[in-house]
């Protein structure tokens, strides 16, 4: 089993940046992928970004690509999102997962684990 905590949402404005936090726990080598993925209420799961747990290789979706990050540090079983620019459609909670998948990165049925979710709202 694998828990996964996620933090550092809250309240910006357009413009401004956050930091989310995921901190593992468990057994995270069973984990091939980390990704972040968001939701508003009524629309599906959106696909955020992800990282190969083995490489390091990243990928982001469409619209935040050049403005999020996702890192890691592995001496902390930290996961991060770096936010910058927000906007107002950024808008959503935040959730992190992990998941044994190594190619299918934006389908969040190919996530095992799941965070609670963190709640980040940009005000225009």
């Known amino acids: 089993q694998v828990q996964l905590v996620e933090s550092g949402g809250g309240l910006v404005q357009a413009g401004e940046s956050l930091r989310l936090s995921c901190v593992a726990s468990?057994?995270?080598?069973?984990?091939?992928?980390m990704g972040w993925f968001r939701q508003v209420p009524g629309k599906e799961r959106e696909f955020v970004a992800s990282?190969?747990?083995?490489?390091?290789?990243?990928a982001y979706g469409n619209s935040v690509k050049g403005r999020f990050t996702i890192s890691r540090d592995n001496t902390k079983n930290t996961m991060y999102l770096q936010m910058n620019s927000l906007k107002p459609e950024d808008t959503a909670i935040y959730y992190c997962?992990?998941?044994?998948?190594?190619?299918?990165?934006?389908?969040?049925?190919?996530?095992?684990?799941w965070g609670q979710g963190t709640q980040v709202t940009v005000s225009s």
């Open positions: 468990g057994r995270t080598f069973s984990s091939n992928t």
């Open positions: 997962a992990e998941g044994s998948t190594s190619d299918d990165y934006i389908n969040p049925s190919s996530y095992d684990y």
């Open positions: 990282m190969r747990r083995w490489n390091g290789v990243t």
